[in-house]
């Protein structure tokens, strides 16, 4: 992997561990970040040993790893931008978005303090999202007289339904773990000590099971959240027709048929 200003990647045997790391900035995206982030996960994608990515933020500049996940876009920077700086930001930014929500691995935000605007919208464009119980989620544009830019509006909406979004966006007010697992915004909440670690058994859970057939089901879902049902269904039959000429597909029924607890799944 090559070496980056502002993040920090870490292989743990078939998981890769990315953290955001600009400790004096509770790790905000500014520009240079986002474009470190969009060339590494370009890298982990391309990366065949790497079956599930961990997001999550680096320790502040005191050191505290528990203090922020991603505190937003950087205000500093934003606060010059002309209207084409702002709009070439927003497209640059759209590509590891989309990356992290579409690339073959599995990805999982391990959201570790403060995830406000741009930090929120990373963690929800990751498949699943784990929080320690000191987390702060929230979307505080309109309070800085803009709106969230990085796939918030719809993201939100998506994941805790419309009332939910709209107020969260509106009143600009943030929500703690407790509240995020409420509404669904989170699958888990973890006291923060052991949250990497659970991070690291979900991955595990995962990697166990046929790499190649997971990252299918994850375009499935993705593909087919904003498709009709009927053909929505249908993709879901042709992807099932690909994942059924595989090695993986003889190797997991044919240890079921042997009675074989071992599976040697090669396909991803
Ligand atoms: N940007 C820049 N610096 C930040 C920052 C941010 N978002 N958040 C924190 N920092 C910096 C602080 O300025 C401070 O720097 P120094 O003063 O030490 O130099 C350092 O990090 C530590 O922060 P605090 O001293 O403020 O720490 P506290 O514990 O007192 O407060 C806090 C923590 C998270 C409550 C507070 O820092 C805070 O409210 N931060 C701002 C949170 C925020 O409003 N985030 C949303 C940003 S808006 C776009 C698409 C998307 C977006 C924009 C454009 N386009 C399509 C163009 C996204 C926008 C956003 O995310």
Redesign the pocket.
Known sequence: MAEYNNLKIEKDGATAVLSIARP???N?LNSETIGELNSALSEIEADDSVKVLIVTGGP?KKDNPYK?FV??????E?YDFTAPE??A??MR?AEPFFKLMNMRQVTIAAVNG?A????CEIAMACDIRLASDNAIFGQ??VG?G?I???GGTQRLARLVGMGRAKEMIFTASNIDAEEAYRIGLVNHVYPKEELMAEAKKLAEKIERNASYAVSVAKAAINNGYDMDIKNAVEMEANLFGVVNDTHDKKEGMGAFIEGRKEKNFTDF
Not at 116 to 119: E, N, Y
């Open positions: 004096n900035a509770l905000a502040d922020s505190a937003g876009a950087d205000i500093k934003m702002a709009r930001f927003g930014a403060f406000l605007g741009g930090g505080p544009e800085l803009i969230p830019g990085f």
